[in-house]
C-alpha cells in the first residue's frame, strides 16, 4: 500500500521515465556495437558459411537433377527394354510353338511307328501261336491216327502178314552186305 | 567189371580147355542150361552158394545135377573148379562170355531176331541163311518175341540193327507227317 502510494507519485514516475530513456539508449548503443562487432568479425565467417551452403545446396541441386536425368534415361530404358521384352516374349513364344509343334510331329511319328511295330509283332506272334497250335493239333491228331492203325493193326496182322512180312524183310537183305554203312539204319 | 574180366578169363580157359571145335557147342549149350537151372531154381543156387554147407555136400549135388543134365566133362571140370573157388554165382556171366569165345573159334556171328510173333522152323532157317550171307559168315541166331513190334521183325547183327517191323514202319509214318511243313495259314 505504502509501495503504491510512493511510485504513484509525479516525481517518482518522471524519474523512472527519465531512467528508461537512458537505458533505452544505451541499449541501443550496446546493441549498435555488438551489430558493428559482429559485422566486423563474423561476416566473413558468416559469408564463408553461407558461400558453403549455398554451394552446397546447389550441389544438392544439381545432384538431384542428375538424378532425376539418370532415373528418366532408366525410365526410358526400362519402358525400352519393357518393349524389348513383349518383343522378346513374343519371339519366345513362337519359337516354343514351333518346338511344340515340331515335338509333337516327332511324337506322333514315334508314335505310329511303334503302333505300327506292335500291329506287325502281334501279327507275326499270332501266325506263329496259330502255326504251332496247328502243329500240335496235327501232332496229336497223327499220333492218335498212328495209334488206332497201329491197335487195328495188331488186330488185323495174322500169319500170312507176318510171312509175307518176313520175305520182304528178307528180300530187302538180298544184295546187301554188313559192312555198308546204310545197313545200321532201318531196313 | 571185375566178374566180367572174371566171367572171361574163365570162359577162354574151357574154350582152351576143348580143343575139338565139335565139342564147343554142346559145352556152350550145357553151360548156358546149367546157368539157367542155376538161375532159376532158387533151393540149388543157395544150396550151391551157400559157404556154411560142407564144400563136398555141395560137391555132391552138383555133380548130381551135372550127371542130370549129362553135361560134357569140361564142362563138370569147371563147375566143380567155380564151386571149389566159391565162384559158382558167375555161372551165368561165364556162360555168356564162353558163347562169344564160341563163336569167335566157329567163326560165327551173333545175330537176334526178335519177331511180333513165334517164328517157324522154316523162318528161323531162311533168315538164318539171309543173315549168313548178309554178315558173310555162320550167324548164330537167337529169336525173340515181341508183340509191340506188330508185325515183321527186327534183326541185331555185328552192332547193327535192320528194322522191318510194322511199328518202326508206323512211327517213321507218324514222323514223316509230323515234320511235313503245314501250308501257309490264311486267315478268312
Excluded: W
Excluded at chain 2, 1 to 26: F, H, N, S, T, V
Excluded at chain 2, 67 to 79: E, K, Y
Amino acid at each position: 500500500m505504502f509501495v503504491e502510494e510512493y511510485e504513484s507519485r509525479p516525481e517518482f514516475i518522471a524519474q523512472e521515465r527519465r531512467i528508461a530513456i537512458y537505458q533505452y539508449f544505451f541499449e541501443f548503443l550496446n546493441v549498435l556495437a555488438i551489430v558493428v562487432l559482429a559485422v566486423r568479425f563474423l561476416r566473413k565467417p558468416l559469408l564463408a558459411f553461407l558461400d558453403r551452403q549455398v554451394a552446397a545446396i546447389r550441389g544438392r541441386i544439381e545432384k538431384a537433377a542428375s538424378a532425376r536425368r539418370e532415373a528418366e534415361e532408366r525410365k526410358a530404358a526400362a519402358e525400352a527394354k519393357l518393349e524389348g521384352l513383349e518383343a522378346e516374349k513374343e519371339r519366345v513364344r513362337e519359337q516354343a510353338d514351333e518346338l511344340i509343334e515340331l515335338e509333337a510331329a516327332r511324337i506322333r511319328e514315334a508314335t505310329e511307328h511303334a503302333i505300327a511295330q506292335i500291329v506287325q509283332e502281334t501279327e507275326e506272334r499270332k501266325h506263329m501261336e496259330l502255326h504251332h497250335a496247328a502243329m500240335q493239333l496235327k501232332q496229336e491228331l497223327v499220333t492218335q491216327a498212328v495209334d488206332q492203325l497201329a491197335e487195328r493193326l495188331k488186330a488185323e496182322v495174322g500169319h500170312s502178314q507176318q510171312t509175307a512180312l518176313i520175305e520182304e524183310f528178307v528180300r530187302s537183305l538180298e544184295g546187301r552186305r554188313m559192312s555198308d554203312p546204310a545197313e545200321s539204319a532201318n531196313g | 567189371m571185375a566178374d566180367l574180366l572174371i566171367a572171361q578169363r574163365y570162359a577162354a580157359a574151357l574154350g582152351a580147355a576143348i580143343p575139338d571145335k565139335g565139342g564147343l557147342e554142346p559145352a556152350s549149350q550145357a553151360l548156358l542150361e546149367l546157368s539157367e537151372v542155376f538161375a532159376t531154381h532158387h533151393d540149388l543156387h543157395s544150396c550151391l552158394a551157400n559157404p556154411a554147407i560142407d564144400v563136398d555136400a555141395r560137391m555132391q549135388v552138383l555133380a548130381e545135377a551135372l550127371r542130370r543134365m549129362d553135361a560134357p566133362r569140361p564142362v563138370r571140370s569147371l563147375a566143380s573148379e567155380l564151386l571149389r573157388r566159391g565162384r559158382i554165382a558167375l555161372l551165368p556171366e561165364i556162360g555168356e562170355a564162353f558163347r562169344k569165345v564160341v563163336d569167335e573159334r566157329l567163326d560165327r556171328l551173333a545175330a537176334t531176331v526178335t519177331s511180333a510173333m513165334p517164328l517157324s522152323g522154316t523162318q528161323e532157317l531162311l533168315l538164318s541163311e539171309r543173315l549168313a550171307k548178309f554178315a558173310g559168315k555162320a550167324v548164330r541166331l537167337r529169336c525173340d518175341v515181341d508183340p509191340e513190334l506188330i508185325g515183321g521183325v527186327v534183326a541185331r547183327i555185328g552192332g547193327q540193327v535192320i528194322d522191318g517191323s510194322l511199328r518202326t514202319r508206323l512211327a517213321n509214318i507218324r514222323n514223316a507227317l509230323i515234320e511235313e511243313e503245314l501250308s501257309p495259314f490264311t486267315e478268312e
